[in-house]
């Protein structure tokens, strides 16, 4: 491995280290795990922690990756479908960790830069709370509005709908919309855990609500740009559309002001292991 490759390693691993140590209590009894390469070091900062912390844990994943490291580490694994039920409602999970392509300000988040994204979005506001790990080419990718490092917002769509859904994009303003390709490992489209395919979508940098200016017409638009969550919501007016990288709008903390729990997308802090080995931890408002 390069000293480049093993730098990126050891960021995404101080990354997750410090996210679990900081967010795993060992009250916590169903625990989200997400996918995608930073979320590895997740689970071993979980296994580092010994069966007598893990132990009375469930572990529900967000795809087949993510099962894979929950079973190969020896974790007890579940389902989103098969918490106890109490009250009429399926348990809460206690926290979620996951990876993130791009992280803002606001710590909206882009996600499905490896194609899993809708299994991911189930998990997070299945969560209490809602963590984000990510490392040094992750680090880069923090900046302030969503789609200025990573130019795409993956979007996953049944596959019969994808050109009548890439007319709607390029018409939303999305130039160069394209329907992801499973090269090099796999000949023709990229297929995802449910069976669908991902369209990646670019869009002109999204703006936050503090953006759009007194004179905004109500369009959720600002000079062609749109507004994360209202694009957010006109995506998935889409007929085909299943599911969008967008992880926005409010989180746990959040929810919980506002009577809205079950709906938070967005993490309450995301962990960014930084090229000189520390973590920067990027907090909600
Ligand atoms: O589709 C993949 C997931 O959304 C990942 O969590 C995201 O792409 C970040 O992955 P990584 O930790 O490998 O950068």
Request: with cysteine; hydrophobic share 45%.
């Amino acid at each position: 491995m390069s000293s480049a490759a093993s730098l990126v390693e050891s960021a995404k691993k101080a990354a997750a280290f410090q996210a679990v140590d900081e967010h795993l209590l060992p009250s916590h009894r169903f625990v989200g795990i997400g996918s995608g390469s930073t979320v590895v070091y997740v689970v071993d900062a979980i296994v580092a922690k010994g069966p007598d912390f893990y132990g009375p844990m469930t572990f529900i994943p967000t795809g087949s990756q993510s099962k894979g490291l929950i079973r190969a580490a020896g974790l007890k694994l579940s389902n989103l479908d098969e918490r106890p039920v109490v009250d009429g409602q399926s348990v809460a999970l206690d926290v979620a960790f996951d990876g993130a392509d791009e992280v803002d300000e606001d710590l909206n988040l882009i996600k499905g830069g490896g194609a899993c994204l809708f299994q991911e979005k189930l998990v997070a506001i299945a969560a209490k709370k809602f963590i984000a790990v990510a490392a040094v080419k992750d680090y880069r990718k923090q900046s302030p509005r969503l789609c200025t490092k990573w130019l795409t917002i993956p979007i996953e769509v049944l596959p019969l709908s994808a050109p009548d859904v890439l007319t709607r994009l390029r018409a939303m303003g999305s130039p160069k919309p394209a329907v992801r390709s499973g090269l090099p490992s796999k000949a023709g489209e990229c297929v995802t855990d449910n069976g669908m395919w991902i369209i990646d979508a670019p869009f002109p940098p999204l703006l936050l609500p503090k953006d759009l200016s007194s004179s905004e017409d109500g369009s959720g638009k600002n000079a062609g740009k749109w507004e994360v969550s209202r694009l957010a919501q006109e995506l998935l007016r889409v007929p085909g559309i299943v599911e969008i990288g967008l992880f926005h709008g409010f989180n746990g903390n959040q929810a919980v002001s506002l009577g809205q729990v079950g709906q938070a997308q967005k993490p309450v802090a995301a962990y960014f292991g930084t090229a000189d080995g520390s973590v920067d931890v990027q907090l909600a408002a």
